[in-house]
């Protein structure tokens, strides 16, 4: 009897074991501390773009199906800093350059934007996905923040994968000037500055620099944002909500095409209405 009951208590151990290897409790699967890899600042660093979003209603996360071609972009940097790149239903898409911080005992980290802090909290963080939430969500079709349960899970890619509004960040220095004509593109030599530039940066501000002799222009810093569907890209002052848009085209990383309908003619005093288009070349 004894031997008959010490082998039933050794065979219901190993089916204790086996039961627990092949079904892991819910207490297991619902451990965040095992889908968070600590310190979260060695592993939150790189580029995330958003794939899901959801909200919680009646007490269960319920995907949020967004606008296509909307979402986030994130780039995490080891200094602290970051750039973030949120394009809505109309497919603007804006730069911000932003900070970064994480509390591993919280597993949270914080976004500062303009010196006011955003603490969003961690559900995953593994190498290849993303899972945070917070109490406010911004709308993407209108721009207008909603209150309420909200996460969203990203995915790990290559930095080197870049959205339009991202390829433009840079100097681009003139190089050449061109008119249609006959369908042709023809270069032109008249009101070309000896030296020039654009400048996009990641806090979503644009500025421009021209020299004719010993004459010197910088416009003052403006906003931009760019649309990759229409090649457009839009410019409003800091102090004005005036708008101007032009068309950009990029050959490649480094090749810039700006089109545009009006030119001065320095030689007539008079504006030129046409087909014109600048190459620029990045720094």
Known sequence: MISIMKKNVLTLFWITL????????CSDKENKGEAIRNPIAA????????????????GEWKEVIEPEGSGTTYLF?????????????????????????????????????????????????TADELEFGYDKATDYATGATQEGEFKWLFRRIDEEQKNFAERL???????????????????????????????????????????????????????????????????????????????????DDRTMYVFYSVNFDPATGEMREGEYRDLLLKE
């Open 18 to 25: 086996l039961t627990l290897a092949g079904f892991p409790s």
């Open 77 to 125: 940097r080891t200094d602290g800093s970051m750039m973030s790149a949120v394009t809505y239903a109309n497919h603007d898409t804006y730069l911000r350059s932003l900070t970064w911080e994480a509390e591993d005992h919280k597993n949270t980290f914080k976004i500062n934007y303009k010196a006011y802090p955003v603490e969003y909290t961690l559900m995953r963080l």
């Open 169 to 251: 960040v840079g100097r681009w220095h003139f190089s050449k000037s061109y008119e249609k004509k006959n369908g042709e593109w023809k270069e032109i030599t008249y009101g070309i500055p000896d030296e020039g530039w654009h400048e996009y940066t990641e806090q979503g501000t644009f500025i421009t620099y021209s020299r004719q002799g010993d004459n010197e222009h910088t416009t003052d810093p403006m906003q931009w944002k760019a649309n990759a569907v229409t090649d457009t890209v839009s410019y409003k002052p800091l102090d004005s909500d005036k708008v101007s848009r032009v068309r950009i085209t990029l050959e």
């Open 43 to 58: 592993n939150l660093p790189g580029k995330w773009t958003m794939i899901k979003s959801y909200e919680k209603k009646d």
